[in-house]
């Protein structure tokens, strides 16, 4: 069965850094999408960076663009998010997802088009 597991949470000063890892099992991966949401208290799942099944494609939400670096190793089955010069709006439960579908030539900034998600990790950025 499908499963991903996240990894690389904590708390860390404003200004920071983190790298969060998500291993994924039980589909194969070099051809699915991958994406990193966040969940802040009182607030919707938000799109935070996908990276394309080969690699070669990436995209991120306004807020991170510049500070958050997605990335990808097929071989290894795991996909990375290197966060950067964090603030306390960053601050969320941060999940990985596996795109719903194969070779896609696109990325994803909905949550709909996900269809498996890791458990999350807390993310806490101190002022």
């Known amino acids: 069965q499908v499963q991903l597991v996240v990894s690389g949470g904590g708390l860390v000063q404003a200004g920071g850094s983190l790298r969060l890892s998500c291993a994924a099992s039980?589909?194969?991966?070099?051809?699915?999408?991958m994406g990193w949401f966040r969940q802040a208290p009182g607030k919707e799942r938000e799109f935070v960076a996908a990276i394309s099944w080969s690699g070669g494609r990436t995209g991120y939400g306004d807020s991170v663009k510049g500070r958050f670096t997605i990335s990808r190793d097929n071989a290894k089955l795991s996909m990375l998010l290197q966060m950067n010069s964090l603030k306390p709006e960053d601050t969320a439960v941060y999940y990985c997802a596996k795109d719903g579908r194969r070779f896609t030539t696109g990325l994803s900034i909905s949550v709909s088009a996900y269809d498996y998600w890791g458990q999350g990790t807390q993310v806490t950025v101190s002022s």
């Open positions: 039980g589909f194969t991966f070099s051809t699915y999408t």
